[in-house]
């Protein structure tokens, strides 16, 4: 079997399985205070008007370049922001208003891995105390049990089985990512969120997280939503990808059409600007004009068309909504 | 318990030191730090020791009592110290002294801490609202015009329960708000580490965050922070109970026995009588002020990691 079949394959499978998360018209807005009385005087968009879907199994990389909104949609689902409005539906249960210890109940099967290795451990706690701590939260243990069945996990996660009795400060941030993945794995949940997990990390272990994730999904039944900048990063990983633009997403589709034939402008400019290894190649690269607008005060219209080399007067007017212009294809565009 | 760590300890002799025990071993290797240590342990030891160690073997009331036969006589080898103007032992009052200023500035320190934690860790980590109206309540706490609050209230209340704790609630309900402000600062700067959210994200409570991964995190500044505040309560303590309105008199503390050195003639010609307790409670405060000192740099959030 080739690669390109393998792919085929997975592609094939995962579409007949079931949503595991469902997110609709999801909004998060930051208040933005001002004056004397600290009054709210306007909201940053950073989320605004996201729907999309993942199916058990998958990964659906978002992208997007700084400042666009991809950790706030991540933060969302999870439920530690609160949503503005919109829907998420985990396993088809509304999670979108619950708190308390209803939320804290259902975070059991939704975990993070996040982005800076060194801010994410707690500095007083010993990292066989930082994994245990998800479990102890949920179940009543005996100790012993408990210990050996956390080394065997950080040996899982390639890590050696005395770095129960350590520190996070005595670790390097790959190993750091590591004892993070192992904590998000310790509730064996559903879905997990990683927000930029090697953004921080040097390229020469990037790949080997990236690696590691990609076991572990297969092995645990994981889903992820994967959010990152580095376009090569989420073609790794990703089963699909979405786009992200001023706190909209302007296009979702599978791997291999994302990156094959981009149809949103943006995602084109996106792609147009990847180093290409082989010299030989002449690549035409799109440079975007200008800087991205401000969340707090987004354009009319298509978020993207200040900016876009094809835009139109009708740009300016409608906001285009996001549609499968071809199978399992979504843009958000009036060319298409 | 202790068999199960030495036998955790055999089997993995590279255990890691704690971030605590690491702040301990830098601690004991100060000197200063540790010669006040060893002097504020002695006092401590002396003064609760006081009943059995005291020339004049006596329960509280006696040490009180006025003899007249015995009035200001300078130091000898029956009074070491000599007595003051009321007859009683210096030495024997010097040690009882020591108990009631120990207390009294360990308890309120204790109660400052207390609610100033509480209250500051709360409006720090929940924000909004909720910090609004705690703050603005410190805020008028610390309004207060301290001496005078202090005087009447202790003045109302001394006969309710007893002086020494009406004193000690009296301070502690009145000063806390400037370890609120200190702990909600601290707790701003603090939560905005992701591992706060990742607390949230495995299934933490949100006072279970403050007190299982913010507290342990800002507990050195506050450490430090207590033993500035005992240092400055001992003080005043003694600046309320020689001006005459903190323990009440009959009851002997460094201040009380300070008291004394308010008549020229006391202080001019009688230098035994004030001296002691003069240079105890300086000692003592210069002691608790290195020990704070050499808490601030073994806790040092640099050298922990």
Redesign the interface.
Known sequence: MTTRDFIQDRIDSLENRDVLLEVQNLKTYYPVTGGFFKRTVGHVKAVDDVSFTIRKGETLGLVGESGCGKSTTG?TI?R?LKPTDGQILFEGKEITKISG?KL??A??DF??V???PY????????VGDIIA??IL??EKRNRKELEQEIKSLLTRVGLPE?AY???A??FSGGQRQRI?IA?AL??NPKLIVADEPVSALDVSVQSQVLNLLKELQIEFDLTYLFIAHDLSVVKHMSDRIGVMYLGNLVEVASNRDLYKEPLHPYTQALISAIPEPNTAIKKERIVLEGDVPSPQNPPTGCPFHTRCPMAMEVCSKEKPPLKEVRPGHHVACVLY | MASSNTLTQQKKPERSLSPWQIARKKFIHNKLAMISTVFILIVTALSFAAPFLAPYLSPIPDVSRVNIGSMNIPPNSEHILGTDKSGRDVLTRLFYGGRISLVVGFSATLMVITLGTLVGSIAGFFGGLVDNILMRFTDFVLNFPFLVFVIVLNTILRDTIDGVSVLIIVIGVLSWGGVARLVRSKILAEKENEYVLAALSIGCSPMKVIRKHLLPNVMSTIIVQATLIFASMIVVESALSYLGFGVPQSVPSWGNMLSSANEPDVLQGKPWIWMPPALILTLTILSINFIGEGLKDALNPKSLR
């Open positions: 933060r999870l530690l210890s804290q109940k975070r059991r975990q993070m996040f982005q800076d801010a994410s451990l707690n500095p007083m706690q010993m701590e998800p939260n949920y005395a009795y350590k520190y400060h005595e993070g904590r310790a509730l």
